[in-house]
């Protein structure tokens, strides 16, 4: 397995057990566009998982950090944006999604963030 595939899926399964702590039905797939099918409240929706090990820096002049992933796949519902080192998400829709990469800052990642975009997604469901 590569060391992207070894992350990519350190990250759809830690994205599957935390939805699934918020009472998220979630099944693991392996399909074109989805890393996860999911049901809440009787409505199903697909999910692109993106992980990252851990912050890089963004360019030699600068020493601020960030996440970065790529997102040029649009099919998912939702993208689950996943920080592995510091084992936390954000859920975004993927029509809000209009770049071939996002950027995401370490600040961003916290329970209180990830609850509300946990609880967003339930929202709509």
């Known amino acids: 397995m590569s060391v992207n ?3 990519g899926r350190r990250g759809e399964f ?15 797939v392996d399909r074109a566009g989805a890393d996860l099918w999911c049901r809440a409240n009787n409505r199903l ?10 912050a890089l820096v963004s360019n030699s002049h600068s ?4 996440y ?14 996943v ?3 510091l084992r936390l998400l954000l859920v975004r829709p993927a029509s809000s999604i209009t770049a071939s990469s996002v950027r995401v800052a370490p600040a ?3 329970d209180e963030n990830q609850r509300k975009t946990v609880e967003m997604v339930l929202a709509a469901a």
């Open 108 to 110: 961003e990642f916290t």
């Open 45 to 54: 929706f697909t999910v692109q998982v993106k992980s990252a090990k851990t």
């Open 83 to 85: 920080a592995l080192d």
């Open 63 to 66: 020493k601020v950090q960030y």
């Open 5 to 7: 595939t070894d992350t």
């Open 68 to 81: 970065t992933y790529a997102t040029r796949n649009l099919n998912a519902d939702y993208f689950c944006f």
């Open 14 to 28: 830690l994205a599957s057990y935390i939805l699934e702590t918020y009472g998220v039905e979630v099944h693991h």
